[in-house]
């Protein structure tokens, strides 16, 4: 969990943005949506193939945009 002491004559908004940052950094928003919604281990491995493919295809037009 990310906390912050307010520190004397510090701003309420300079408070929140090092709060946000540390909260980023920690990657808690992430984790929560990632534990938000359950997923079947089937659509759990079809949404991960489905990236790979993507991430294949991409790198091919990267290779032959480049001429490799």
Same mark, same amino acid.
């Given at each position: 969990?990310?906390?912050?002491?307010?520190?004397?004559? +510090? *701003?309420? +908004? *300079?408070?929140?943005? =090092?709060?946000? =940052? &540390?909260?980023?950094?920690?990657?808690?928003?992430?984790?929560? &949506?990632?534990? *938000?919604? %359950? %997923?079947?281990?089937? +659509?759990? &491995?079809?949404? &991960? *193939?489905?990236?790979?493919?993507? =991430?294949? #295809? #991409?790198?091919?037009? =990267? +290779?032959?945009?480049?001429? %490799?």
């Amino acid at each position: 969990m990310a906390f912050i002491v307010l520190e004397e004559g +510090e *701003s309420i +908004e *300079s408070a929140l943005r =090092r709060f946000k =940052r &540390k909260v980023q950094q920690q990657a808690i928003i992430k984790e929560i &949506k990632k534990h *938000s919604v %359950y %997923y079947k281990p089937g +659509e759990k &491995k079809r949404m &991960k *193939s489905a990236l790979a493919r993507k =991430r294949m #295809r #991409r790198r091919m037009k =990267r +290779e032959k945009d480049f001429g %490799y």
